[in-house]
């Protein structure tokens, strides 16, 4: 089992930035990918960035140029910088970790991020 708690959510001005945090614990060790997705109201849960154990990321073409995924393993967190914000960033923000790509893995239960133009 895995464990995600996230924190860092709140309301956020359009050009501003945040900062979202996810701390794991439990049986992590194979999760080789940890990352992030979010759901907007009526839509479905979409990925942000995610980041392997060697550091190499992916980020939603939405996201791309504004947002950077980072991890510490031996802090096991993973965190999301959102720069530029836009007010089409609002949406509930789930940390995941999985082993490969295709995996479901874990998600955490979520933290709500709204942006105010």
């Known amino acids: 089992q895995v464990q995600l708690v996230e924190s860092g959510g709140g309301l956020g001005h359009a050009g501003g930035s945040l900062r979202l945090s996810c701390e794991a614990s439990?049986?992590?060790?194979?999760?080789?990918?940890m990352g992030w997705f979010r759901q907007a109201p009526g839509k479905e849960r979409v990925l942000v960035a995610d980041?392997?154990?060697?550091?190499?990321?992916t980020y939603s073409d939405s996201v791309k140029g504004r947002f950077s995924v980072s991890r510490d393993d031996v802090k096991k967190m993973v965190h999301l910088e959102m720069n530029i914000l836009k007010p089409e960033d609002t949406a509930v923000y789930y940390c995941?970790?999985?082993?490969?790509?295709?995996?479901?893995?874990?998600y955490g239960r979520g933290t709500q991020v709204t942006v105010s133009s």
């Open positions: 980041i392997t154990r060697d550091g190499s990321t």
């Open positions: 995941n970790a999985r082993r490969w790509a295709s995996s479901y893995g874990y």
């Open positions: 439990g049986s992590i060790q194979s999760m080789n990918i």
